[in-house]
T-cell receptor
Framework: RKEVEQDPGPFNVPEGATVAFNCTYS??????FFWYRQDCRKEPKLLMS???SGNEDGRFTAQLNRASQYISLLIRDSKLSDSATYLC????????????FGTGTKLQVIP | NAGVTQTPKFQVLKTGQSMTLQCAQD?????MSWYRQDPGMGLRLIHY???????DQGEVPNGYNVSRSTTEDFPLRLLSAAPSQTSVYFC???????????FGQGTRLTVV
């Protein structure tokens, strides 16, 4: 079983739609969780951290379920500019060398 | 702010050639690392460093060497390039207590 698993997509959604991505992780000792965004042929960039209580940043909502070991990202009112690959990232105890990246979920927002 | 600067952006090598990918950061981050990204595989850690003079192996270290003589620089050396090393390489840095990793723009390497 992969340490971090994501549906690769692609998710093709119309502008204005709501879309949700899920990610599961296998290491119950994982401590920190993130969503990164990667545009085509570009480097990954932090989108948001994921907190146990859930957190929101504008149109983006992230949730963490430790009991079931999954993380979700909800995007409301999708924009064309949201088209990208979204990487689920899990960090174990210790330094950044304990970070595991998912393979990413590709989102294409269609006009 | 320059952030993480990675060079070159593109490179074609012949099998058996060697080369060095350069990475520099100006954020005084303790942690630096090299990843390779292949289709369907996600980012895989090659080598990392938690400070000047300290390096360690990641998940896929074979065929690569690193050194960290300064806080700012973390070059990746390919000793004898093989077609299996065709990939996109990213350098990243982070503050050890921080929550965000900052990536360079990537190097697209093709080994023929």
């Amino acid at each position: 079983r992969k340490e971090v698993e994501q549906d690769p997509g692609p998710f093709n959604v119309p502008e204005g739609a709501t879309v949700a991505f899920n990610c599961t992780y296998s290491n119950s000792a994982s401590q920190s969780f993130f969503w990164y965004r990667q545009d085509c042929r570009k480097e990954p960039k932090l989108l948001m951290s994921v907190y146990s209580s859930g957190n929101e940043d504008g149109r983006f909502t992230a949730q963490l379920n430790r009991a079931s070991q999954y993380i979700s990202l909800l995007i409301r009112d999708s924009k064309l500019s949201d088209s990208a690959t979204y990487l689920c990232v899990v960090k174990g105890p210790g330094g950044y060398q304990k970070v595991t990246f998912g393979t990413g979920t590709k989102l294409q927002v269609i006009p | 702010n320059a952030g993480v600067t990675q060079t070159p952006k593109f490179q074609v090598l012949k099998t058996g050639q060697s080369m060095t990918l350069q990475c520099a950061q100006d954020m005084n981050h303790e942690y630096m690392s090299w990843y390779r990204q292949d289709p369907g595989m996600g980012l895989r850690l090659i080598h990392y460093s938690v400070g000047a003079g300290i390096t360690d192996q990641g998940e896929v270290p074979n065929g690569y060497n690193v050194s960290r003589s300064t806080t700012e620089d973390f070059p990746l050396r390919l000793l004898s390039a093989a077609p299996s090393q065709t990939s996109v390489y990213f350098c990243a840095s982070a503050a050890q207590g921080g929550t965000e990793a900052f990536f360079g723009q990537g190097t697209r390497l093709t080994v023929v």
